[in-house]
């Protein structure tokens, strides 16, 4: 009996020890944390003329209650700081996966600032401890984006212009270069060389000498008038002997001592009176309107010699063909037919090349534009696909990024193209309908001669 008993009892002192040994001894050191977790309080942004800060702070918590398990359970317990001895690193990326970090910053305190980050661009930032415990924790592993701009600083228009030209040039792409070198080449050399030329005074022979007289579009009668007294005096002298010649080749009952001798006359004696009139008046008119023609008016000063303006050499095609046919029956046929001859041809070389190229980049700035939105909608569509393929977590914000990008580009170059294109046509069809009017006004001159005669 004695043995059974002694025998129970080292049994049971046996499983004693193994239960002992088996349960862990809830046991914690002195400064051990047990369930950290990391909390970011704030996240706050500075935008200066150097750059872009961040600043940062955050607060630590602890669970320590514990169940027979030894599993934490209950709310949270903040730390004082003072008592925590942590490393902490603040990590700024332009990823949401963090595998470019732009900036990082160590520090002990609860808090922290990243300076000098680049504008316009988009951010994700963490804390994180550095040497973290085993039970650790934090809601700001994902991160948070901001997205900054360059402060708006007060600037006279000038700048605003310059500013303006400076983001176009950065994110338009190389068609933007085109569109612009086109432009520039459209307004700085295509347009002057086609407003000088479409000029009334370089077309017609002005009444005043001067630059401002010239290059002012006022006084269009007293440039291209013939008919009124304020109107083109070197017009109105041609139009004077012409008209005097005209009349000269129409036989008139005056020329003759009675109406009865006009009718009984026979065609001898009718061609002797048109060949006196031709010699006596016609062929004299004609010779000073020559004259006009080719040494101007007396008294008018011109800025150059009558013949170098287009409107005289019309004159003279019709008034040199007159005096070489005299006053024969087909002479109003080939007058009509040197007068028109020439007109084409002086209108032509007052149109030259330069209304064409208006018409040229009013068509190629609007395709250039479009080709420049298609490529800027590819690369949008390409830069997503690409971030996609290395980053499938990518957040929302990186993806529009990608496809503003590409957007950008694409409405940059329509915008440009358009506001070349739009106005290079515009200038066609001013000066095409310009030359035009010209031409219609030297037609007009010539037929308004004609029926005065």
């Known amino acids: 009996m004695n043995l ?57 918590f602890q669970k320590k209650a514990r169940d027979r398990r030894g599993t934490t359970y209950g709310d949270w317990e903040a730390l004082d700081p003072q008592n925590v001895d942590y490393t902490y690193r603040i990590e700024v990326s332009t990823d949401s996966s963090f595998s470019s970090i732009a900036k990082s910053e160590e520090t002990s305190e609860m808090s922290g600032t990243v300076r000098d980050l680049d504008f316009e661009k988009f951010y994700v930032a963490r804390v994180r401890i550095v040497n973290p415990p085993l039970n650790y924790r934090d809601d700001f ?38 569109i612009i070198l086109f432009g520039l080449i459209g307004i700085l050399i295509i347009w002057p060389i086609t407003w000088w030329k479409l000029r009334f005074a370089n077309v ?37 002997y012409w008209s005097r010649a005209m009349a000269a080749m129409v036989q008139d009952p005056s020329y003759w001592d009675s109406t009865e ?29 020559i004259d006009v023609c080719k040494n101007g008016v007396p008294g008018i000063k011109l800025n ?27 002479a109003s046929q080939e007058m009509d037919r040197a007068t028109e001859n020439t007109a084409y041809k002086e209108i032509d070389e007052i149109k030259g090349w330069t209304i064409t190229a208006f018409w040229a980049l009013g068509s190629i700035e609007p395709m250039l534009g479009l080709f420049g939105t298609v490529q800027g909608i590819q690369k949008a569509f390409m830069g997503i696909q690409a971030q996609l393929r290395e980053n499938p ?45 010209i031409f219609s006004k030297w037609e007009e001159v010539l037929i308004e001669i004609l029926n005065r005669a």
């Open 4 to 60: 059974r008993c002694i025998a129970t009892t080292t049994m049971l002192a046996a499983l004693l020890a193994i239960i002992a040994i088996a349960t862990p001894v809830y046991a914690q050191a002195p400064g051990e944390l047990d369930s950290v977790w990391l909390h970011t309080s704030a996240a706050d942004f500075e935008k200066t003329d150097e750059g872009f800060i961040l600043n940062m702070s955050w607060e630590i």
């Open 393 to 437: 977590d990518a957040q929302m914000a990186e993806t529009v990024e990608k496809l503003a990008g590409g957007i950008q580009q694409a409405l940059i170059t329509t915008i440009l193209g358009l506001m070349f294109g739009i106005p290079f046509m515009l200038m066609y069809y001013y000066y095409r309908g310009k030359a035009d009017m």
């Open 304 to 330: 150059r010699k009558p013949l170098e303006y287009p409107f005289p050499r019309v004159l003279l095609a019709a008034l040199e063909n007159q005096r070489a046919n005299r006053n024969n029956w087909w």
């Open 204 to 240: 017609f022979p002005p009444n005043k000498p001067g630059f401002l007289y010239s290059a002012l579009p006022f006084d269009s009668v007293g440039k291209t008038d013939h008919l009124s007294e304020k109107g083109n005096v070197y017009a109105r002298e041609v139009a004077k």
């Open 141 to 178: 592993a994902a991160g948070t984006i901001y997205k900054h701009e360059k402060p708006a600083v007060a600037a006279d228009s000038n700048e605003g212009i310059i500013n303006w030209i400076k983001f176009v040039l950065k994110y338009g792409g190389w068609q933007t270069y085109v």
């Open 261 to 289: 001798d006009f009718i009984k006359a026979s065609m001898q004696e009718q061609e002797e009176v048109k060949k006196r009139m031709w010699v006596e008046e016609g062929l004299p008119a004609i010779e000073q309107a």
